[in-house]
């Protein structure tokens, strides 16, 4: 075992934390196990029993991080805002996006960092590995438009591959690979994200002043949503996250996170680490690995370098998916991704905690199939009458009581957290009251939805379907019954035969089947009633966050030259053959 576990603050908080999970999981299976087998459990009451121990581990000990972060010291925004030392390249990966967007944000980001008079520490890398020629000419034609900005000649550059190996872990290591001696450091965003100036100088000066400190996570908060589904998504990001991000930072300690964006790395580190394997075989377990942010930490953790989150930082920006099809898309791709680490939890070298951390981002999708086994399981034993049954007919309730407790406790400590250390005020005061109590009934009215979305895409991978890596839809906003129910038939008749099959075999267990059936045979219906919004944003009354009511400078710079680029769309002046012969 790594002795890391147990030394230092983090160590001991890891060891308190799962073994309070552990306690709390073996301490609920054993009173469901003595609840439904009695003296004489036989075979289902025990693979009952292991299931809910299972899931109910990790119910838990997500709900201590949201906890813990809870009750921890409220952090402080300490930005180092000297000259910096290093040369810093933003690296911005684009895939089939829209260049309009992409680039504005270039565009205002650059702005800032000139008007400090940084300019020269500060280069921007836009990493094109579109497919589509007619994009690719968008961002040609876009990039003449942004290279005009202030210090942009020299400063600001544009390349895009011939082939997307690797895709964005490729790209990356591409630049790496051939421009990344010429700096220091490197900060990489997504084409979404945003970033103010004050955020880049400090995570740069974090960096020049902590020589073993190689990769530096922020928290970004979700922005610009206009649908309900995106509205809620981002309120859950500005307000409950930012106590879950101190939760995990405090368990994590110097082996913590990357997720891809929204960071800065040490270039010689990550060069001489990082290096990602292609795994044998086809996908969906060979190939190149989908989430390769989780493997990079791990790598440079191993390599004896301090990756860190600090969710003090702020300033930090993204945008999210807008209806759950789109969330869904994405998700596919992640899941796929964590499954691939199964073939890395034994690498050699590892700590762990990286470890730790390989298996608890499988178990974030295997956990979906394994509730569903114990429903099945459930409603088996409800028919079978040789099985323990369930003396009293109070398990299904006593599991409902327990998710909904393991769920909603860390929601509203942090709503009173919230209330003493000023956060709500920020949120709207009293708004934050509608908004909490409206983002847990529309989360679990979602929760069957996307349970049944999950789980397909477990069954897929482990069937052998490749999902590859779809481009983002970032734009995509209302979505169409018709397009919803496209989406999610298979998920109605799932439910609607489940409902069939118990009210003929064991109409006592319908009404505690109702919860989760009855979203789920109305899937559509959600899809559709929660991209609501998209072509006029829902009223801010609910879920209005700190930054729709005072928002960041960096953010208004944003939607101003996005406005005023729109309003004067540029003319092509490179045509897609030339796009084609000079990729």
């Known amino acids: 075992m790594d002795e890391r576990l147990i030394t230092g603050r983090a160590g001991w908080l890891r060891l308190l934390t799962l073994g309070f999970a552990a306690a709390v999981s073996l301490t609920a299976g054993y009173a469901f196990l003595d609840l439904i087998g009695g003296n004489r459990p036989v075979f289902l009451d025990w693979v009952r029993t292991i299931l809910l121990v299972l899931t109910g581990f990790w119910l838990v000990w997500g709900g201590t991080i949201g906890l813990l972060g809870a009750l921890s010291p409220k952090p402080k925004r300490l930005l180092d805002l000297t000259r910096p030392e290093g040369k810093t390249a933003v690296l911005v990966p684009i895939y089939n996006e829209d260049p309009v967007e992409t680039f504005a944000r270039i565009a205002a980001m650059n702005r800032h960092i000139v008007a400090k008079g940084l300019g020269e520490h500060f280069h921007f890398a836009i990493l094109s590995d579109t497919t589509s020629l007619e994009v690719a000419a968008e961002e040609v034609s876009e990039f003449e438009r942004l290279i005009v900005e202030p210090e942009a000649p020299g400063r600001i550059f544009y390349r895009r591959r011939e082939r997307n190996i690797g895709r964005k872990a490729g790209n990356i290591e591409d630049f790496i690979a051939h421009s990344g001696a010429a700096y220091d450091y490197a900060i990489i965003l997504d084409a979404d994200s945003l970033m103010e100036a004050d955020t880049m100088l ?43 991000a101190r939760g995990a930072a405090l368990l994590q300690g110097e082996d913590g996170p990357y997720w891809g964006h929204n960071a800065i ?27 390769h942010d989780y493997v990079e930490a791990a790598l440079l953790a191993r390599g004896g370098w301090k990756v860190e989150v600090d969710p003090g930082l702020g300033g930090s920006f993204e945008q999210g998916p807008e209806n759950l099809i789109e969330y869904a898309k994405r998700d596919r791709r992640w899941c796929q991704g964590n499954l691939q680490h199964r073939r890395l939890i034994a690498a050699p070298g590892l700590k762990f905690w990286s470890r730790f951390t390989f298996v608890q981002g499988i178990m974030a999708y295997l956990a979906s199939p394994l509730w569903l086994l114990l429903m099945a399981a459930s409603l088996l034993s409800s028919l079978i009458p040789d099985s323990g049954g369930d003396r009293w007919g109070a398990t299904p309730w006593i599991i409902g009581v327990g998710v ?51 789980s397909r895409a477990v069954f897929q991978i482990l069937f052998g379907m490749d999902g590859g890596w779809p481009a983002t839809e970032r734009d995509a906003r209302a979505v169409p019954l018709r397009t919803a129910f496209s989406a999610s038939w298979w998920i109605v008749l799932t439910a609607l035969a489940a409902l069939v099959f118990m009210a003929y075999a064991g109409p006592a267990f319908l009404p505690w089947l109702l919860p989760v059936a009855g979203p789920a045979l109305l899937a559509p219906f959600v899809i559709w009633a929660t991209a609501r919004g998209g072509d006029r944003p829902v009223s801010s009354w609910l879920f209005s966050t700190a930054n729709e009511r005072a ?9 101003t030259i996005l406005a005023s680029w729109r309003a004067t769309e540029p003319v092509l002046t490179t045509s897609l053959a030339e796009v084609a012969v000079h990729a």
């Open 404 to 454: 909904l407790t393991t769920l909603l406790l860390p929601k509203f400590a942090i709503a009173l957290r919230g209330a003493i250390d000023g956060t709500n005020a920020a949120f709207g005061g009293w708004r934050i009251i509608p908004s909490v109590l409206s983002e847990i009934v529309i989360s679990t009215i979602m929760a069957p939805v996307l349970l049944g979305f999950q």
């Open 202 to 244: 400090a995570m740069v000066r974090r960096m020049d002043s902590d020589p073993r400190l190689g990769l530096l996570q922020t928290v970004p908060v979700v922005i610009a949503a206009r649908t309900l589904f995106g509205r809620m998504m981002a309120y859950s990001s500005a307000y409950f996250s930012r106590y879950f």
């Open 551 to 559: 928002p960041s400078p960096i953010i208004v710079e944003a939607n």
């Open 265 to 291: 790395v040490r270039v010689r580190a990550f060069a001489s680490c990082c290096g990602l394997p292609v795994l044998s075989g086809k996908p969906p377990y060979g190939g190149h690995i989908l989430s």
